[in-house]
Nanobody, 123 residues
Framework: QVQLVESGGGLVQAGGSLRLSCAAS????????MGWFRQAPGKGREFVAA????????RYSDSVKGRFTISRDHAKNTVYLQMNSLKPEDTAVYYC????????????????WGQGTQVTVSS
């Protein structure tokens, strides 16, 4: 039912910043959580960050703690991922997802997935 569209990816030098956006086609008040995942070539899909829609509570993977910030805008029905101090290992396709809870396993986020946006960090 909910459709998600990511944007904001691009090419940035190491140490730089990007802000990703995930716009939902419908109101997300009934969606428990929104999350960001990423997938680099040759690797599986990795959890990055999540937010509980109603409260704004957040969770981050250890690899991005202190560098990335997830947030949401109720009026715009949009979730953001502010990425600072980017590293080459952050290079990946970033996906947003909607789920019934904050899960560690990507496959359990089964409400909706976006098409992804490419983030490339040069050294």
């Amino acid at each position: 039912q909910v459709q998600l569209v990511e944007s904001g990816g691009g090419l940035v030098q190491a140490g730089g910043s990007l802000r990703l956006s995930c716009a939902a086609s419908a109101h997300t008040l009934s969606t428990y959580a929104m999350g960001w995942f990423r997938q680099a070539p040759g690797k599986g899909r990795e959890f990055v960050a999540a937010i509980i829609w109603s409260t704004g509570s957040t969770r981050y993977s250890d690899s991005v703690k202190g560098r990335f910030t997830i947030s949401r805008d109720h009026a715009k029905n949009t979730v953001y991922l502010q990425m600072n101090s980017l590293k080459p290992e952050d290079t990946a396709v970033y996906y947003c997802a909607a789920g019934d809870s904050v899960y560690d396993i990507p496959g359990l986020w089964n409400r909706a997935w976006g098409q992804g946006t490419q983030v490339t960090v040069s050294s």
